[in-house]
Structure formats: structure tokens, C-alpha cells
């Protein structure tokens, strides 16, 4: 019994080791760390996320901003104020050679009224 426990206790430490070297396979680049900053700043007036995911991809990075309160794209036009973009969740690319926000990807926004359309859309690979 000692020894199944053991191996088991061996079996997680593994496992843990093997995601945290996962997850440590994308370190957050300065760049990065700078863009997603100026971006939040300049297109979004300011607002801290209580959560940023990124998906990394080949040629970009997809970055998820998670808000605790709707966020309005302060830099998109619209006939209206009431018709800007927003939502609590926004997605965002950037090409990881240029370093410039992915011009195909555009700007994705989820949770814009309640949780229609939902996270796990702006979570998607």
C-alpha cells in the first residue's frame, strides 16, 4: 500500500512538472507584454482585465482579455455611441513577426450582453 502511494505521488509530480513546463513553452515576451498594454490603453481607454489567456499559434498570438465590467472600444467608429463594439470579453491577435496587431484576426468581443456570445468562443483555438 506504502508503495502504491508512492508511485502515485511520483505519477503527479510528474504530471505537474510536465504542465508547468508546458505552459512555461511561451514565456510572455516583452513585446508583447508592451502591445497588449498600449492596446488596452489606446483602444480601450485604460480598463484592467482580471484575466489575460493567450493561444499561441504558429505566425500570432491570439490574446483574451477577461474585464469585470463591459469594456467600449474607444478607437472603432459607429453611426452611435450606443452601436460601438464592447463586450466583457475581447480577443485580440498580434503577428509574432511584426509584432503589429494581426490585420485578419480583427478584434473579437464575447459576453456583450450577459453571456451571449459566450467566453469559451473567444477561447477557441
Same mark, same amino acid.
Given at each position: 500500500?506504502?508503495?502504491?502511494?508512492?508511485? /502515485?505521488?511520483?505519477?503527479?509530480?510528474?504530471? $505537474?512538472?510536465?504542465?508547468?513546463? $508546458?505552459?512555461?513553452?511561451?514565456?510572455?515576451?516583452?513585446? !508583447?507584454?508592451?502591445?497588449?498594454? !498600449?492596446? /488596452?490603453?489606446?483602444?480601450? !481607454? =485604460?480598463? #484592467?482585465? @482580471?484575466?489575460?489567456?493567450?493561444?499561441?499559434? /504558429?505566425?500570432?498570438? $491570439?490574446? @483574451?482579455?477577461?474585464?469585470?465590467?463591459?469594456?467600449?472600444?474607444?478607437?472603432?467608429?459607429?453611426?452611435?455611441? $450606443?452601436?460601438?463594439?464592447? =463586450?466583457?470579453?475581447?480577443?485580440?491577435?498580434?503577428? !509574432?513577426? #511584426?509584432?503589429?496587431?494581426?490585420? =485578419?484576426? =480583427?478584434?473579437?468581443?464575447?459576453?456583450?450582453?450577459?453571456? #451571449?456570445?459566450?467566453?469559451?468562443?473567444? /477561447?477557441?483555438?
Amino acid at each position: 500500500m506504502a508503495r502504491r502511494v508512492a508511485v /502515485l505521488a511520483a505519477v503527479a509530480a510528474l504530471s $505537474a512538472g510536465i504542465a508547468a513546463a $508546458a505552459y512555461s513553452a511561451h514565456p510572455v515576451p516583452a513585446w !508583447l507584454s508592451a502591445r497588449e498594454h !498600449l492596446t /488596452l490603453e489606446r483602444v480601450f !481607454l =485604460g480598463p #484592467t482585465p @482580471v484575466r489575460t489567456d493567450r493561444i499561441w499559434y /504558429l505566425h500570432k498570438v $491570439a490574446v @483574451v482579455w477577461t474585464f469585470n465590467h463591459v469594456v467600449i472600444c474607444g478607437a472603432c467608429s459607429a453611426p452611435s455611441n $450606443a452601436s460601438l463594439p464592447r =463586450g466583457r470579453v475581447i480577443r485580440m491577435s498580434f503577428n !509574432l513577426t #511584426t509584432h503589429r496587431p494581426d490585420s =485578419g484576426a =480583427g478584434i473579437r468581443f464575447c459576453e456583450i450582453r450577459g453571456a #451571449t456570445p459566450p467566453r469559451r468562443e473567444c /477561447l477557441q483555438r
